[in-house]
């Protein structure tokens, strides 16, 4: 119990506070590299009812899904 309250606000900051307010995104376009992902994105992003992320190739799926969506 006291491990995972450490790690969670002292390890992770305020990511572990906003976590369950952020919302999660309506699509994922995934590809391997060269595949012109980036571009389809970007072409996405173009709709006027489209808003873009912060920022794109957030990593999720290869540094972050152990710690969960929140």
Known sequence: MFQ???Y???QRNIYALIG?????PDFIIIGTARSGT???????CQHPCVLP?????IGFF????HL???
Request: glycine fraction near 4%.
């Open 8 to 10: 969670e606000f002292y």
């Open 53 to 57: 992320a912060s920022y794109d190739e």
């Open 38 to 44: 980036t571009s389809l994105y970007y072409n996405i």
């Open 20 to 24: 369950p307010i952020r919302s999660l």
């Open 4 to 6: 995972k309250l450490y």
């Open 62 to 65: 290869d540094n972050n899904f």
């Open 68 to 70: 969960g969506l929140n």
